[in-house]
């Protein structure tokens, strides 16, 4: 790889703009989900996937599930995703956390939420 490739692809990575939204954590064998918003969905997946593995995620119940149905059993899902707007002043916070508090209100009336 050259200097201008490795130039280009710093650019492009300094001026990408992080996932934000509400990440879902559907349990296929008993129809429970766990919801969180974040401003980094890329980042959050990654963190609660590897608490889970190693046991120690701060829900319970969801962890005692994890552990005794495994892995294979739950889907993770980016179930919204908040656009960036380079030219407008957004509270994105703001703007995650109504998603998610909608998506619950929503889902909470077909299935039980962690």
Do not use: C
């Not at 201008?4 to 990440?23: C, N, T, Y």
């Amino acid at each position: 790889m050259n200097k201008i490739d490795k130039k280009q692809l710093k650019a492009e990575f300094l001026e990408s703009k992080p996932l934000m939204g509400v990440l879902t954590i559907y349990n296929r064998a008993e129809n429970k989900i766990h919801i969180a918003d974040s401003m980094n969905l890329t980042a959050l997946s990654n963190r609660i996937r590897f608490m889970l593995n190693m046991g120690q995620f701060d829900n319970k119940n969801l962890q005692a599930d994890w552990n005794r149905l495994g892995e294979g059993n739950f889907l993770f899902e980016n179930a919204v995703i908040i656009p960036f707007e380079n030219d407008k002043i957004i509270d994105y916070k703001k703007v995650v956390l109504h998603a998610a508090t909608e998506l619950k209100s929503k889902v909470s009336e077909t299935t039980s939420i962690y």
